[in-house]
């Protein structure tokens, strides 16, 4: 076995402390923006996190957490102690992956595109099962991130409502790096307004209850706009190493 495989005490300790900290400073910004601390919804990020991390979080009460990767998810499963855990993937899912995936996990906060939505939605039909889902919305309109234009959503919207095998229950983003907190915040609550209005159009098939987006770096700044999952890796387990 290589090194980064065995786990060291002291890791742990910062794990379960950082675990803490983030859990608090959640209370404390919902509480100082005027929200119910319990409106808002950790998820522990666990990309690259061998499972003696996360299984520590899980045994400190984290009931949520979110893998990037198909196959280092249903690698790694097996090692979690996942009783009453929800599972979401969050990272770029190509359609070819889909079979693998639906099913597997209780939420797909990463629809991209319509033609994701389509594919989940046949996979999902030929499973005999129904698939909750999220739409990634690329707030900033960045080449480099996916996700669907705000222009683009109430469209695609009534269109996945069409489909069978799948319901949207919410919105994600990855707002751009920002340089000023004041800055990523307007990004957020230009994503609680599209969140309003499109729950205000109650479209069937199509439940607003879900806005995740908040990070290590900004999630004080989307709990103050109005996130009710943020979605929290480093700041918890420490700089990933990619491996
Ligand atoms: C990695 C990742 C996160 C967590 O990022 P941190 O900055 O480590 O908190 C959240 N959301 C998505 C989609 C990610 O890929």
Known sequence: MTEKFLHDESRLKAVEENYKRVLESIKESAV??????????LMCVTKTVEPVYINKVLSLGADLIGENRVQEFLGKRDALAL??????????LQTNKVRQIAGEVDMIESVSS?????????????KGILSSCLVEVNIGREESKSGIF????????????????????????????CESETQVRRYFA?????????????IDNIDMEILS??????????VAE??????VGSAIFGARNYF
């Not at 009783?83 to 770029?92: N, Y």
């Not at 695609?156 to 751009?176: D, F, S």
């Not at 230009?190 to 109650?202: T, V």
Request: glycine content about 8%; overall charge negative; charged content about 30%.
């Open 32 to 41: 100082k923006a005027g929200r119910n601390e319990n409106d808002v919804r």
């Open 83 to 92: 009783d009453g855990v929800e599972c979401h993937l969050i990272g770029h």
């Open 114 to 126: 319509l033609k994701l939505a389509k594919e989940i939605s046949k996979v999902s039909v030929s």
């Open 150 to 177: 705000a222009e683009e959503l109430e469209e695609m919207l009534y269109e996945t409502a069409q489909l069978e095998g799948i319901r949207i229950k919410g919105l994600m983003a990855i707002p751009p790096i």
């Open 190 to 202: 230009q994503m609680k307004q599209y969140f309003i209005d499109i729950k205000d159009k109650k």
């Open 213 to 222: 987006m908040g990070m290590s770096g900004d999630f004080e700044a989307a």
């Open 226 to 231: 109005g996130s009710n999952i943020v979605r």
